[in-house]
């Protein structure tokens, strides 16, 4: 079932491009044009086979007609692209986004919002390491949370509308507010990956141990500490200088529950630190069963 008839997608890295791909397969437009602000990008587009858009060398060209319209870019850009392509947005559109951050987007979006527009925040909760028009693949969402953020005036024909598009791709939508979309991920995404970007970093920095050294005899848990540390540098700054509050409050949190672990493992306190790790083997186990993970060795990566 078509849920638009002309989609935009602007932003063809990971998402972008798996987008355009998903929402041509899965039928779910009439018609899908995309837009990069790189000519490199573009060019590397157009040449992949089954990309599943029309590539515009304009914003303009993308954008007007378009029933709705996906950012698609690190959400630090957001608001200077919404600033662009607002103007050129026809009656009735719908501007959404897939930013991981959803409170600064809002912000930074509102204010170049015509008023015969309406924004529907998303967040696709959904990606790899790999970035770029290439790493592209049009399953990504299918199995995966949706989280819509949509503002309290917003009618509710038109966040169906972009919820009907996100469960035909396969994903499970999800709607809550955008102050707790961000605690929430903060926990779930953001601090893991400041965890992975620390580890990975410190361990490259030690003076008794050789970059070959590192490489040659990482283990499991490393291995896939640098899974996570491999993500998008230009996506990640930005998320953390767009969610800093949610951020640091989760970080203080982590902070504390270290230092007791700390505690746990000096004065040699074997039964704290065995409920601690069978608390947590459970969380994965629920993670595995609600089918947002993979019991495969390696997570079948």
């Known amino acids: 079932m ?18 355009t791909r998903a929402i041509t397969d899965k039928g779910q437009a009439s018609s899908v044009f995309g837009f990069d602000g790189s000519e490199a990008v573009r060019a590397e587009a157009r040449d992949i086979k089954g990309f599943g858009a029309e590539i515009t060398d304009t914003l303009e060209e993308a954008v007007s007609n378009a029933d709705l319209v996906i950012m698609a870019v690190p959400v630090g850009a957001v ?42 925040p998303g967040h696709p909760v ?3 390491e790999y970035s770029g028009p290439k790493a592209g693949f049009s399953t990504l969402f299918e199995g995966r949370w949706c989280i819509l953020t949509p503002l309290p005036n917003t009618p509710r024909s038109e966040v169906e509308k972009v919820s009907n598009l996100w469960a035909g791709l396969g994903s499970d939508v999800e709607e809550m507010d955008a102050e707790h979309h961000d605690i929430v991920l903060a926990i779930t995404s953001h601090i893991p990956h400041l965890i992975a970007y620390n580890i990975v970093g410190t361990a ?60 746990h493992i000096r004065r040699g306190d074997a039964k704290a630190l065995e409920d601690l790790f069978t608390r947590t083997r459970e969380i994965r186990r629920s993670i595995v069963e609600a089918g947002q993970e993979t019991e495969k060795p390696d997570f079948g990566r």
């Open 126 to 128: 959904a990606g790899t």
């Open 204 to 263: 490259a920095d030690l003076e008794e141990v050789t970059s070959s050294e590192v490489i040659k005899y990482s283990a499991g848990g490393f291995r896939d500490f640098t899974r996570i540390a491999a993500s998008d540098p230009v996506m990640w700054r930005d998320v953390f200088m767009n969610n800093k509050d949610a951020v640091l409050e989760m970080l203080g949190r982590f902070t504390e529950d270290l230092t007791q672990l700390q505690r």
């Open 2 to 19: 078509v849920s638009f008839d002309r989609v935009a997608i602007i932003g063809l890295g990971l998402i972008g491009s798996s987008l």
């Open 79 to 120: 608001g200077a692209l919404a600033e662009e392509l607002c103007p050129y947005l026809k009656e009735g559109a719908i501007l959404s986004d897939v930013g991981s951050v959803k409170k600064s987007i809002i912000d930074a979006v509102l204010p170049h919002l015509p008023e015969t527009c309406y924004f529907v």
